[in-house]
């Protein structure tokens, strides 16, 4: 079983539909758990962050997390074709500094 | 703020010879650095954890001698790929935490490597 498992998609949306990314993870003792954006060729963009269970709300972003379940989502409203991208679920590894990183959701965005 | 560097954006060698990576945190001291290795449409791959002023802690199958990496700052990490051939030709990235516990990674921008 992998650490962190992602569907890999593509996910294709409608402008303006919301996108629904999610993320299980296998650490139990994971604490922070993260959402990078990856353009094509570009290096990941962090987008969200959260730290305990419940929502999380950002502009046209809302992480959710679940820790009995080790799950993590990320919904994004209004979805724009600049949305369109890689996400990347990254739990940290245990207590450590280290993230565990997916494999990623391609999500595309259809005008 | 967070904002992280990463110089040259891009670099051509030929085999044999080094190269060498520099990674700033520009507007904040980073006390852990990391150093991540991603080929074509494959995810990231963390390649070794470096503290300031400490030995950098390589990932299980990354050579620490062939991939020298110094974290001389709180702002400036480098990692050199010595005696480069075409198969580390690679988008290496740098990412920069600071103390804490929130665990945050900030990207630079990678680097780009082609060895010929």
């Known amino acids: 079983q992998k650490e962190v498992e992602q569907n890999s998609g593509p996910l294709s949306v409608p402008e303006g539909a919301i996108a629904s990314l999610n993320c299980t993870y296998s650490?139990?003792?994971?604490?922070?758990f993260f959402w990078y954006r990856q353009y094509s060729g570009k290096s990941p963009e962090l987008i969200m962050s959260?730290?305990?269970?419940g929502d999380k709300e950002d502009g046209r972003f809302t992480a959710q997390l679940n820790k009995a379940s080790q799950y993590v989502s990320l919904l994004i409203r209004d979805s724009q074709p600049s949305d369109s991208a890689t996400y990347l679920c990254?739990?940290?590894?245990?207590?450590?500094?280290?993230?565990?990183f997916g494999s990623g959701t391609r999500l595309l965005v259809r005008p | 703020g967070a904002v992280v560097s990463q110089h040259p954006s891009w670099v051509i060698c030929k085999s044999g010879t080094s190269v060498k990576i520099e990674c700033r945190s520009l507007?904040?001291?980073?006390?852990?650095m990391f150093w991540y290795r991603q080929f074509p449409k494959q995810s990231l791959m963390l390649m070794a954890t470096?503290?300031?002023?400490?030995?950098?802690?390589?990932e299980q199958g990354v050579e620490k001698d062939k991939f020298l990496i110094n974290h001389a700052s709180l702002t400036l990490s480098t990692l050199t790929v010595t005696s480069a051939h075409p198969e580390d030709s690679s988008f290496y990235i740098c990412?920069?935490?600071?103390?804490?516990?929130?665990?945050?990674?900030?990207f630079g921008p990678g680097t780009r490597l082609t060895v010929t």
């Open positions: 990412s920069a935490s600071s103390a804490g516990a929130t665990y945050e990674q900030y």
């Open positions: 650490d139990r003792v994971s604490q922070s």
């Open positions: 959260i730290y305990s269970n």
């Open positions: 990254a739990p940290n590894s245990g207590s450590s500094y280290k993230l565990i």
């Open positions: 507007d904040f001291q980073a006390t852990t």
């Open positions: 470096s503290n300031e002023g400490s030995k950098a802690t390589y």
